[in-house]
């Protein structure tokens, strides 16, 4: 599966932004999905993650409560909805895809598949 990371920009802090991930070559629903993010000097860390369906989620701490992430299989996209926007939310964004059979995981390393990522940047 390739996959497409687009809807990055500059944003004011409390500001929203919404993160698409096109998936091609492969049908979306054969994968759970995760959102990472790598900030200048520091490691790539994870940001949220969806099951096959969409129905099971996890989140950041960092970021619950702010960011939602959600897919349409039938569009082979997933998404990122981020509200709240703060100055330390600033990174590079990166969508993600492992196979459904392998479950759902947290690990940047257990991941397969990466887009090239997105850029958010969030003013004070």
């Known amino acids: 599966v390739q996959l497409q990371a687009s809807g990055g920009g500059l944003v004011q802090a409390g500001g929203s932004l919404r993160l698409s991930c096109a998936a091609s070559?492969?049908?979306?629903?054969?994968?759970?999905m995760g959102w990472f993010r790598q900030a200048p000097g520091k490691e790539r860390e994870f940001v949220a993650n969806?099951?096959?369906?969409?129905?099971?989620?996890a989140y950041a701490d960092s970021v619950k409560g702010r960011f939602a992430i959600s897919r349409d299989n039938a569009k082979n996209t997933m998404y990122m909805q981020m509200n709240s926007l703060q100055p330390e939310d600033t990174a590079v964004y990166f969508c993600?895809?492992?196979?459904?059979?392998?479950?759902?995981?947290?690990?940047?390393?257990?991941?397969?598949?990466w887009g090239q990522g997105t850029q958010v940047t969030v003013s004070s």
């Open positions: 993600a895809a492992r196979s459904w059979a392998s479950g759902m995981s947290t690990r940047r390393a257990d991941y397969n598949y």
């Open positions: 969806s099951g096959w369906n969409g129905d099971s989620t």
């Open positions: 070559g492969s049908t979306l629903s054969n994968y759970n």
